[in-house]
């Protein structure tokens, strides 16, 4: 029988969980509450038994599991070391040390943004493909580069870290990270709510747009499809904006194709054409032919991306 | 007895060759022509017989060599195939494969620039250090980056060109790669020379460097040194572009350390005094503990990374 192997998305507020063929067919997945009470004590005995619920349901024998993988909104180190995880209120310890005292099986543990990425690019919009940059467009702007098809963690886990990227010298708005001019205040699914408005306050020029109680991305992006001028001008200083970034990241790593995912995404391959054309533009000439994918695995690329850190870790040995 | 490795640093005018032990100690090295007529046909045979006659000199038995890096200004791909060297005259080629039929050794290939970044990880200003960027600044801004103990290629070998960072939109001149904008036009040997005429033209300060024959980036850092006010602005400026230059690829990729390097470091620790004061205010919180140090291995550093593609090659299998 193929062993199976567990892949596990611990967030602040539900525990994502998906049991996975070792070719990385998900063939079931299912979700539970994450406990956070008692400093997050509860929450690996839950999974464990989750997970212990689930072979059983499915017939499932311990040998037949090649591991879990669990990927944690925080740093995690090369042994699997956690530092910290602030939202679950977890301090430092070894997570796959702690899951071996709730079930005996081989446990490897990364951090939330890079086993998306890992996840894209095992079977998402990166598949097939050893250099990738996965490219989150939320709340804030992510990023997971996958050099050799291995996350590039860098020295202390803050490699990826594209949305802060330095841009404009004279933005006077402050960014979440404390630094001004960040690639994530203009290319975020609030940063385009922000281009939007300030769009809208420099002149009179009729929009759909204008007046909307709630902006966001969605309600630009709608816009531009029905061929609203205004909200094309500002989907073209989005794009300006985040396919300079990106010629930058592209100069510094040459990957294969960029794998743009988050909210902002769900607009459709027209969220790519404006990046793509001014990417050309900026980019050094060896990585104008980068191509660039739309993410494909959705809220799913974290039960992948935890489940391929087992079959990596796995394979290792 | 310890076996040896030749390490050989093939340029359009010289070969730089040396032999190491495998603990990366330099026992020789000396250069010989790059005998470019007949497509480079020539080269090969004669860096065999050259390595063949210091075998001979120093009493080393084919059965004592470990192998033979060679690294050429080209790009090189996994397998050791050369895709072009227009400076010597070459094809497409597996140079392992043509060397095989001069000398019977291993011989692993790499292109230059990141042998010389990897010799600097192995031995020079990033010794110790497995996540590091390498900037040479000499006529242009070159880069290296290593992460996890290996060069970062990317997908065609256009990986670290950090040179060509697009950071200037008003920028009117254009850069050599056809950009306009570029890192390289303000931070490297020339940019610096540029951005000095340009200051100079401003307006009538006085300063010892005005009216200077030859104005290079020596000249200019010579009259920092010695207090000179307006050098002392042009460095400031040199010094914030690149660091923030260098401040967006430690967002991508979080280096432990920065090894400065190229004809523009032989000015010495004011340099990186410079870039780091900007990089600090640039640069996302998580990577601000990044280090900055001297290359240390000057014209050596592609011997050495040459001889580290051997070990490296060798330890793969």
Redesign the interface.
Known sequence: MERKVFGVDLGGTTVKMGVFTEEGELLDKWEIPTRKEDNGSNILPDIASSIKGKMNERNISINDVAGIGISVPGPVDEDGVIHKCVNLGWGVFNIAEEMKKHIDLPVFAGNDANAAALGEVWRGGGKG???VVVVTLGTGVG?G?I??G?V???????????G???LFDDETEKCG???TGCLEQYASATGIARLAKRRLEKDDMPSSIRGVAQMNAKVVFDAVKAGDALAQEVAEEFGEILG?GL???A??????VFVIGGGVSKAGRVVIDYIEKYYKK??????R??RFELATLGNDAGIYGSAKLVLDGVSKH
């Open positions: 493909c050893k250099d990023g580069v050099v050799n291995k590039l963690t860098g020295y202390i886990g803050a490699g990826g870290e594209i802060h990227i330095h990270c404390g630094n300079k010629s930058i990241v100069d510094v790593t040459n990957p294969e900026y980019v050094f000439h060896a990585s032919g980068t």
